[in-house]
T-cell receptor
Framework: LAKTTQPISMDSYEGQEVNITCSHNNIATNDYITWYQQFPSQGPRFIIQGYKTKVTNEVASLFIPADRKSSTLSLPRVSLSDTAVYYC?????????????FGSGTRLSIRP | DAGITQSPRHKVTETGTPVTLRCHQT?????MYWYRQDPGHGLRLIHYSYGVKDTDKGEVSDGYSVSRSKTEDFLLTLESATSSQTSVYFC??????????????FGAGSRLTVL
């Protein structure tokens, strides 16, 4: 599985756009990029998944450049409730669904 | 959480006693996972299952065993609990996301304290 690197922590303010970048230099052709959000005392929650270019849903956008060696999770106009840990995972579909390994994640703190 | 239940949610036990945590799903998904999470740390994969009676080790499997005798249940057993196994245990089920790749849905967690 491709190893991922993301910042340990980030700070921002309410109403700002937050971009969290994840590096995955060894991403394989069949790999997808998936982001999860985790609040204290809860299990991680799926945010968004993509393979290339841009994916957008009601919560976030995911930008993936052509070489796919990195990806950026974009949270528009964050609020205090977006304070959480965000995990970037890389892996292909069910052929490697076996070992789904989480990294340390990015601890995002939003201030008033 | 959608179709996945963990039990017990909280348990306090003593060193050396056996403990079994249960993960139950109503989604009929093939893939199930057990993770542990210690304070201030990320999730570590203990064991996973890719079908009935098909299981394999994760990153931190020592001291843990699992069983999956039917699709809906994935059991995690600590044969002889130690204080180092005090943690929050999360179960997850894997299903295809809109992109076709695996997406995990997590249970609410089981908080285990070993005295």
């Amino acid at each position: 599985l491709a190893k991922t690197t993301q910042p340990i922590s980030m700070d921002s303010y309410e109403g700002q756009e937050v971009n969290i970048t994840c590096s995955h230099n060894n991403i394989a052709t069949n790999d997808y990029i998936t982001w999860y959000q985790q609040f204290p005392s809860q299990g991680p929650r799926f945010i968004i998944q993509g393979y290339k270019t841009k994916v957008t849903n009601e919560v976030a956008s995911l930008f993936i450049p052509a070489d796919r060696k990195s990806s950026t999770l974009s949270l528009p106009r964050v609020s205090l409730s977006d304070t959480a840990v965000y995990y970037c995972l890389v892996g292909d579909g069910y052929s490697s669904a076996s070992k789904i390994i989480f990294g340390s994640g990015t601890r995002l703190s939003i201030r008033p | 959480d959608a179709g996945i239940t963990q039990s017990p949610r909280h348990k306090v036990t003593e060193t050396g006693t056996p403990v079994t945590l249960r993960c139950h799903q109503t989604e009929n998904h093939r893939y199930m996972y057990w993770y542990r999470q210690d304070p201030g740390h990320g999730l570590r994969l203990i064991h996973y299952s890719y079908g009935v009676k098909d299981t394999d080790k994760g990153e931190v499997s020592d001291g843990y065993s699992v069983s999956r005798s039917k699709t809906e249940d994935f059991l995690l057993t600590l044969e002889s609990a130690t204080s180092s196994q005090t943690s929050v245990y999360f179960c997850a089920i894997g299903s295809a996301g809109s992109s076709g790749a695996n997406v995990l849905t997590f249970g609410a967690g089981s908080r285990l304290t070993v005295l």
